[in-house]
């Protein structure tokens, strides 16, 4: 098969239609059914929980590079010869997570730029900037999402995070650089020694009234790990309360878009209604093919949890938690 000639295969759609035929469309599509099949396996039939099962398992024993609870950017480059690399990378670009997305629609009503690392967020920011003051992403409010997560020396090369010490730091860094913010109108947040509790809200007012957030989720498991993707959501569905008459529009990097779509489509589809369309920004990023394996196989989780999660006669709620 040659997959340069492959559709792109389309994510899961928010709100969803035929959510689970959309989720076996992505699993059983050509280009991951080759990827399987270059590591010396066969996707299995049955049924799509087993399929999901089945490649979580697969996934695990040749993907996963991130054993011991390393960082994403800590992974250590795999060589896996010229042969397979090509087939990882021709199926990271037809699941969408080499090339730039651009928005589906002409507006909505929050945008939500996901953190990362330190330069990331700055990229991040920028993109979302640009998507807003040419108009592309209508009229939100805006986020940037974050956590305490504690910056490595190698983060802080750009002067634009000069005196940053955590990812949030980075995005607020980030906002204000790419909008023009001037001073924060309020700030609050939790006080004392940082922790994976910790949690804070910055917002600003851009030179059109626009609300303009950075904000740090705190873990919803502090005892075992910092804030993820997961959490950052549930934090501002917390502090916003989307309902079904908003649409959110998510900036990250493309090799992330699949599965922080799918966790958006779990956490605020299925829990507040609203939809969502996730797109990755047009700056140039070359990962090697264990990164991009990584986070195929971080899709595959996140579509598994999405799918777990899914009432099939579709029915979505209403309301989200109560407000923190």
């Known amino acids: 098969m040659d997959l340069d000639r492959t559709a792109p295969v389309p994510l899961p759609a928010s709100p969803p239609g035929d959510l689970a035929g959309g989720i076996r469309e992505w ?12 590591f010396g396996g066969s996707l299995p039939g ?37 042969a397979l690399t090509t087939v990882v990378e021709r199926t990271a670009t037809a699941l969408g997570m080499v090339g730039a997305q651009k928005p589906s629609a002409t507006g ?83 006080t004392g020694p940082v922790t994976n509790e910790s949690w804070s809200v910055t917002s600003f007012a851009a030179g059109d009234g626009t609300l303009v957030q950075a904000m740090a989720a705190p873990s919803a498991e502090p005892g075992a790990r910092r804030a993820d ?23 990250t990097s493309p090799i992330y878009v699949p599965f922080q779509h799918a ?21 140039e990023q070359i990962f090697g093919p264990e990164r991009y394996l990584q986070e195929i196989r971080s899709a595959l989780r996140s579509l598994r949890k999405l799918h777990d999660a899914y009432t099939p006669v579709g029915e979505l709620k209403k309301a989200g938690p109560p407000r923190r």
């Open 27 to 38: 699993i059983t599509s050509a280009p991951l059914r080759s990827l399987v099949e270059a």
């Open 46 to 82: 049955g049924g799509t929980a087993d399929v999901l099962a089945w490649l979580d398992d697969f996934s695990g024993d040749h993907w996963d590079f991130r054993r011991g609870g390393l960082e994403r950017h800590m992974v250590a480059p795999q060589d896996l010869g010229t």
């Open 229 to 251: 993707t997961s959490d950052t959501y549930r934090f501002w569905a917390g502090e916003h309360h989307p309902g079904p008459d908003d649409s959110v529009l998510i900036v």
């Open 108 to 190: 909505y009503t929050h945008l939500l730029v996901l953190g990362g690392l330190g330069d990331t967020c700055l990229r991040r920011a920028d993109y979302a900037a640009r998507l807003w003051r040419s108009g592309a992403a209508g009229s939100p409010t805006i986020a940037g999402l974050g956590s305490f997560r504690a910056l490595h020396e190698v983060e802080l090369a750009d002067p634009r995070l000069t005196g940053c010490a955590y990812e949030v730091d980075a995005m607020r860094a980030g906002l204000r650089d790419s909008f023009g913010l001037s001073e924060p109108v309020e700030h609050r947040g939790t």
């Open 263 to 283: 966790d958006a489509i779990r956490l605020l589809t299925l829990e507040y209604g609203c939809a969502v369309d996730t797109v990755g920004f047009d700056a």
